[in-house]
Each structure stands twice: as C-alpha cells, then as structure tokens.
T-cell receptor
Framework: EAGVAQSPRYKIIEKRQSVAFWCNPI?????LYWYQQILGQGPKLLIQ????????DSQLPKDRFSAERLKGVDSTLKIQPAKLEDSAVYLC???????????FGPGTRLTVL | AQSVSQHNHHVILSEAASLELGCNYS??????LFWYVQYPGQHLQLLLK??????LVKGIKGFEAEFIKSKFSFNLRKPSVQWSDTAEYFC????????????FGTGTKLQVIP
C-alpha cells in the first residue's frame, strides 16, 4: 500500500514570497490533515478535511495560509506571503475517517530567510 | 481545550536500560490516547493506541503504555531499550466525542548509547 506522498521535500524562500505544498493521501482515505511542526515542538493541526469539506481550520492563520482539497483526494497548502516564523516542517496525514489511525507523509521542510 | 505535557525533553539511556516516558493530558471527557515515534529520517508512525478496555496497551517493538485515568497519564514503557530505539516519541490525545481533534505533545528525544 502506497503511503502519503508530499512534495517538495525541502523548500527555501525569502520572506514575503509565496509557497505551495502538495499532498496525495492514501487511496480511499476520506480524512486529510495538514500539520505544522516547528523545531522543538509537536505537530500542530492547521486544517482537517473530510472529503473536500473543511472540518477544522481554527488554527490556520487565514490571513496568509490557505488550503484546498477540491476533488476530495489531493490537497495543496499555500502560504502567501511567508514570514520568518513560518519556518517549519509541514506534515500531511490521512486516515480512513476521523475515527481511525492517521498515517503521516515525510513532510516538507520550509526555511524562510 | 485539551493539552498534552511531555516532561522529558531529552533522555539518554544505555542499551538494556529500562525506559519510561511521561505523558499527561488535560481534558474533562473521554479520550483516545496515542504514542507516535519518529526514527531519524523517517515518517511519524503509530507506536500504540488506547481507545477503551484494558488500560495496559501493548504496541510494536516491545513497547507498552498504561492509561491511568485518575492521574490523566499515559506513560510509555519498555523494559530493555536497544540502540535502534533512538528516536523522537510523541504522545497525543484525541477527544472521543463530537469533533475528534488530535493534540500532540512536544515530544521526547530518546538517545540510546550502545
């Protein structure tokens, strides 16, 4: 069974630039999560989708972050414009539904200079 | 709001030593509890989980955890660690009613010295 795929694996940008991350969940998984993991901290949920609908985006900085999952499969997370404090690993995870185990992708390490 | 505390940020042990990593959570209702592990260069993966039933949960690679409801704790244990257990360990809690949001602790880095 293929796992959760994410790209790119690494990204370096300057502040005020924009960046986008892509996630392809495990086939058949209805629930998709984006987490932000800052160095030395645990993953923090940014947004959770159930199919193509948003279940929770309470911790998503909506003035600069956006995410979509148009067809209920792949998802993109965008930051525009980026700030220094956005430097982190962005993790995507998926699960069959919200009651089941989450499977994590390898993450995208973002460095904002 | 729920929260998770992992008191040990960095633990160094010799091989064959016993391990106990602390995890305490705050949430007034029924919870599901998890331990995830991240080996160097690898993805986060589930080590074990507690949903209901026997509060002593056994996971992969000889790990176990005990849910003590009265102490709001879910400590991770292993009787004899190996060098290959060197990793970062995250405790997580999910409220089991209504919208089930997962909250992670800050993680504990375990270094096992051969």
């Amino acid at each position: 069974e293929a796992g959760v795929a994410q790209s790119p694996r690494y990204k370096i940008i300057e502040k005020r630039q924009s960046v986008a991350f892509w996630c392809n969940p495990i086939s058949g998984h209805a629930t998709l999560y984006w987490y932000q993991q800052i160095l030395g901290q645990g993953p923090k949920l940014l947004i959770q989708f159930q199919n193509n609908g948003v279940v929770d985006d309470s911790q998503l900085p909506k003035d600069r972050f956006s995410a979509e999952r148009l067809k209920g499969v792949d998802s993109t997370l965008k930051i525009q414009p980026a700030k220094l404090e956005d430097s982190a690993v962005y993790l995507c995870a998926s699960s069959l539904d919200a009651h089941n185990e989450q499977f994590f992708g390898p993450g995208t390490r973002l460095t904002v200079l | 709001a729920q929260s998770v505390s992992q008191h040990n940020h960095h633990v160094i042990l010799s091989e064959a030593a016993s391990l106990e990593l602390g995890c305490n959570y705050s949430y007034g209702g029924t919870v599901n509890l998890f331990w995830y592990v991240q080996y160097p260069g690898q993805h986060l993966q589930l080590l074990l989980k507690y949903f209901s039933g026997d509060p002593l949960v056994k996971g992969i690679k000889g790990f176990e955890a005990e849910f003590i409801k009265s102490k709001f704790s879910f400590n991770l244990r292993k009787p004899s660690v190996q060098w290959s257990d060197t990793a970062e360990y995250f405790c997580a809690v999910k409220n089991s009613g209504g919208y089930q949001k997962v909250t992670f602790g800050t993680g504990t880095k375990l270094q096992v010295i051969p």
